[in-house]
Protein backbone atom coordinates (compact mmCIF):
# COMPACT_ATOMS: atom_id res chain seq x y z
CA UNK A 1 0.00 0.00 0.00
CA UNK A 2 1.01 3.22 -0.10
CA UNK A 3 2.98 5.60 2.49
CA UNK A 4 0.56 7.42 4.87
CA UNK A 5 2.92 10.71 4.58
CA UNK A 6 2.11 13.55 7.32
CA UNK A 7 3.82 16.68 8.75
CA UNK A 8 5.43 16.78 12.36
CA UNK A 9 4.08 19.78 14.20
CA UNK A 10 5.33 19.07 17.82
CA UNK A 11 6.55 16.84 20.58
CA UNK A 12 7.10 15.85 24.10
CA UNK A 13 9.37 14.01 25.89
CA UNK A 14 8.75 12.40 29.32
CA UNK A 15 9.63 9.82 31.70
CA UNK A 16 7.84 6.93 31.58
CA UNK A 17 8.47 3.87 33.96
CA UNK A 18 11.99 4.21 34.45
CA UNK A 19 13.11 4.70 30.43
CA UNK A 20 12.24 8.28 28.36
CA UNK A 21 8.81 8.28 26.28
CA UNK A 22 8.85 10.33 23.35
CA UNK A 23 5.70 11.45 21.26
CA UNK A 24 5.52 13.56 18.28
CA UNK A 25 2.18 15.03 17.47
CA UNK A 26 1.13 16.06 13.54
CA UNK A 27 -1.31 15.87 11.21
CA UNK A 28 -1.59 13.27 8.05
CA UNK A 29 -2.24 14.47 4.25
CA UNK A 30 -5.71 13.15 4.94
CA UNK A 31 -5.88 16.07 7.63
CA UNK A 32 -6.17 13.67 10.68
CA UNK A 33 -4.44 14.16 13.64
CA UNK A 34 -1.65 11.61 14.36
CA UNK A 35 0.79 10.45 17.42
CA UNK A 36 4.01 8.98 16.85
CA UNK A 37 5.64 6.69 19.79
CA UNK A 38 9.18 5.84 18.66
CA UNK A 39 9.92 2.61 20.02
CA UNK A 40 13.19 2.35 21.62
CA UNK A 41 14.43 5.77 22.29
CA UNK A 42 17.02 7.03 24.62
CA UNK A 43 18.23 10.80 25.67
CA UNK A 44 21.99 11.19 24.31
CA UNK A 45 24.29 13.40 24.92
CA UNK A 46 28.14 13.55 22.50
CA UNK A 47 31.48 13.40 24.36
CA UNK A 48 34.50 13.26 23.40
CA UNK A 49 35.62 9.78 22.14
CA UNK A 50 38.68 8.45 24.53
CA UNK A 51 36.78 9.86 27.55
CA UNK A 52 36.63 8.15 30.76
CA UNK A 53 33.02 6.85 31.02
CA UNK A 54 32.80 4.02 33.31
CA UNK A 55 31.09 5.66 36.30
CA UNK A 56 28.14 6.47 33.69
CA UNK A 57 25.30 4.65 33.82
CA UNK A 58 24.20 4.08 30.34
CA UNK A 59 22.03 2.58 27.47
CA UNK A 60 24.77 1.87 24.90
CA UNK A 61 27.09 4.01 23.17
CA UNK A 62 28.14 4.55 18.62
CA UNK A 63 31.30 5.53 18.83
CA UNK A 64 33.45 7.84 16.79
CA UNK A 65 29.76 8.85 15.25
CA UNK A 66 29.94 12.17 14.95
CA UNK A 67 32.42 15.00 15.06
CA UNK A 68 32.40 18.52 16.46
CA UNK A 69 33.17 22.41 14.60
CA UNK A 70 36.66 21.63 14.83
CA UNK A 71 37.06 18.04 13.60
CA UNK A 72 37.46 16.40 17.19
CA UNK A 73 35.62 12.61 17.34
CA UNK A 74 32.88 12.51 19.40
CA UNK A 75 30.96 9.46 20.87
CA UNK A 76 27.17 9.28 21.41
CA UNK A 77 26.04 7.92 24.70
CA UNK A 78 22.73 6.78 25.03
CA UNK A 79 20.88 6.97 28.62
CA UNK A 80 18.16 4.94 29.92
CA UNK A 81 16.41 8.24 31.75
CA UNK A 82 16.69 11.72 32.39
CA UNK A 83 17.85 10.98 35.74
CA UNK A 84 21.05 9.31 34.49
CA UNK A 85 22.06 12.20 31.36
CA UNK A 86 21.62 14.50 34.14
CA UNK A 87 23.99 13.44 36.26
CA UNK A 88 26.69 12.13 33.88
CA UNK A 89 28.31 15.88 33.36
CA UNK A 90 29.41 16.12 36.97
CA UNK A 91 31.77 12.96 36.39
CA UNK A 92 33.29 14.29 33.36
CA UNK A 93 35.55 17.27 32.51
CA UNK A 94 34.20 20.21 30.81
CA UNK A 95 36.10 20.18 27.60
CA UNK A 96 34.60 16.13 27.40
CA UNK A 97 30.82 17.39 27.03
CA UNK A 98 29.40 18.65 23.80
CA UNK A 99 26.09 19.51 23.02
CA UNK A 100 24.29 18.41 26.21
CA UNK A 101 21.69 20.64 26.63
CA UNK A 102 20.19 20.06 23.55
CA UNK A 103 16.14 19.49 23.09
CA UNK A 104 15.50 15.90 22.93
CA UNK A 105 12.94 16.30 20.28
CA UNK A 106 14.87 18.45 17.69
CA UNK A 107 17.86 16.07 18.61
CA UNK A 108 15.97 13.27 17.31
CA UNK A 109 14.69 14.73 14.29
CA UNK A 110 17.92 15.73 13.11
CA UNK A 111 19.56 12.21 14.05
CA UNK A 112 16.81 10.98 11.85
CA UNK A 113 16.98 13.91 9.07
CA UNK A 114 13.05 14.20 9.64
CA UNK A 115 12.55 17.75 8.27
CA UNK A 116 8.99 17.73 9.27
CA UNK A 117 7.75 15.42 6.58
CA UNK A 118 7.12 11.81 7.54
CA UNK A 119 6.12 9.13 5.63
CA UNK A 120 5.20 6.07 7.58
CA UNK A 121 4.95 2.07 6.35
CA UNK A 122 1.38 1.29 7.43
CA UNK A 123 -1.85 2.89 8.50
CA UNK A 124 -1.34 3.17 12.14
CA UNK A 125 -4.76 2.93 14.45
CA UNK A 126 -6.96 5.13 14.80
CA UNK A 127 -8.64 6.03 17.75
CA UNK A 128 -11.89 6.73 19.27
CA UNK A 129 -10.87 10.24 19.27
CA UNK A 130 -10.01 11.01 15.53
CA UNK A 131 -5.91 10.48 16.20
CA UNK A 132 -3.94 8.11 14.47
CA UNK A 133 -1.30 6.63 16.31
CA UNK A 134 1.96 5.02 15.11
CA UNK A 135 4.44 3.06 16.86
CA UNK A 136 6.70 0.38 15.12
CA UNK A 137 5.76 1.42 11.73
CA UNK A 138 9.12 1.66 9.51
CA UNK A 139 9.13 5.12 8.26
CA UNK A 140 11.59 7.54 6.30
CA UNK A 141 11.61 11.48 5.52
CA UNK A 142 9.57 13.17 3.02
CA UNK A 143 9.55 16.62 1.56
CA UNK A 144 5.24 16.34 1.87
CA UNK A 145 4.32 19.51 3.66
CA UNK A 146 0.45 20.01 3.74
CA UNK A 147 -1.64 23.13 4.24
CA UNK A 148 -2.23 24.18 7.55
CA UNK A 149 -4.89 25.72 9.99
CA UNK A 150 -2.83 28.52 11.16
CA UNK A 151 -3.76 31.58 13.93
CA UNK A 152 -1.42 34.05 14.55
CA UNK A 153 -2.59 35.80 18.21
CA UNK A 154 -1.77 39.18 19.14
CA UNK A 155 -3.17 39.66 23.09
CA UNK A 156 -3.15 42.47 24.75
CA UNK A 157 -3.64 43.52 28.50
CA UNK A 158 -2.68 46.19 31.13
CA UNK A 159 0.23 45.77 32.84
CA UNK A 160 -0.90 47.44 36.39
CA UNK A 161 -4.24 46.31 35.93
CA UNK A 162 -4.29 42.76 34.89
CA UNK A 163 -7.10 43.63 32.23
CA UNK A 164 -7.66 42.17 29.03
CA UNK A 165 -8.01 45.23 26.73
CA UNK A 166 -8.11 43.36 23.22
CA UNK A 167 -7.64 39.91 21.11
CA UNK A 168 -6.39 40.58 17.40
CA UNK A 169 -5.72 37.51 15.14
CA UNK A 170 -5.55 36.23 11.94
CA UNK A 171 -6.34 32.87 10.52
CA UNK A 172 -5.89 31.25 7.03
CA UNK A 173 -6.42 27.03 6.37
CA UNK A 174 -8.59 25.40 4.18
CA UNK A 175 -8.79 28.07 1.56
CA UNK A 176 -10.23 30.49 4.06
CA UNK A 177 -8.55 33.92 5.94
CA UNK A 178 -9.83 35.52 8.41
CA UNK A 179 -8.60 38.75 10.19
CA UNK A 180 -10.02 39.75 13.14
CA UNK A 181 -9.57 42.30 16.33
CA UNK A 182 -12.22 42.11 19.52
CA UNK A 183 -11.61 45.53 21.62
CA UNK A 184 -13.28 45.65 25.18
CA UNK A 185 -15.54 48.78 25.12
CA UNK A 186 -18.13 50.60 26.46
CA UNK A 187 -20.76 48.72 24.51
CA UNK A 188 -20.92 45.98 21.75
CA UNK A 189 -21.14 46.16 18.34
CA UNK A 190 -19.17 46.36 14.71
CA UNK A 191 -16.47 49.26 14.40
CA UNK A 192 -16.02 47.66 10.96
CA UNK A 193 -16.07 44.88 8.33
CA UNK A 194 -12.38 43.53 11.20
CA UNK A 195 -13.10 44.94 14.25
CA UNK A 196 -15.68 43.81 17.01
CA UNK A 197 -16.11 45.84 20.19
CA UNK A 198 -17.12 43.70 23.41
CA UNK A 199 -18.40 44.94 26.48
CA UNK A 200 -17.02 42.58 29.01
CA UNK A 201 -13.40 40.36 29.46
CA UNK A 202 -15.59 37.36 29.29
CA UNK A 203 -17.03 38.22 25.77
CA UNK A 204 -13.57 38.45 24.78
CA UNK A 205 -12.47 35.28 26.00
CA UNK A 206 -16.31 33.89 24.74
CA UNK A 207 -15.56 34.90 21.27
CA UNK A 208 -12.03 33.60 20.71
CA UNK A 209 -13.41 30.52 22.36
CA UNK A 210 -15.58 30.12 19.53
CA UNK A 211 -13.50 30.76 16.92
CA UNK A 212 -10.70 28.37 17.91
CA UNK A 213 -13.60 25.45 17.90
CA UNK A 214 -14.88 26.60 14.58
CA UNK A 215 -11.74 26.66 12.77
CA UNK A 216 -9.83 24.09 14.63
CA UNK A 217 -6.11 25.93 14.15
CA UNK A 218 -3.27 23.10 14.07
CA UNK A 219 -0.77 25.60 14.29
CA UNK A 220 -1.00 28.72 17.42
CA UNK A 221 1.86 31.39 16.41
CA UNK A 222 2.77 34.93 17.76
CA UNK A 223 1.89 37.79 16.10
CA UNK A 224 5.43 39.01 14.82
CA UNK A 225 4.92 36.11 12.37
CA UNK A 226 2.44 37.24 10.21
Request: aromatic share 10%; net charge neutral.
Amino acid sequence: CRPMRGYILNGLCFPDNGATRLELYGVLEDGRPFLWAPPGFHLVGMLASGSERSALRVKSVKERRFRSLAGKPLDAVYFHNAEDQRAAPASLPREALFEWDVDPVPRFLMEKKLFGGVAFEGAGQAGDDGVVRFALEPFRATNFIPELRVLSLDIETGVESGRLYSIAYHFTGGGAELRQVDVLADKGGSGGPQLRYCETQQALIKNFSELLRRENPQVLIGWNVV
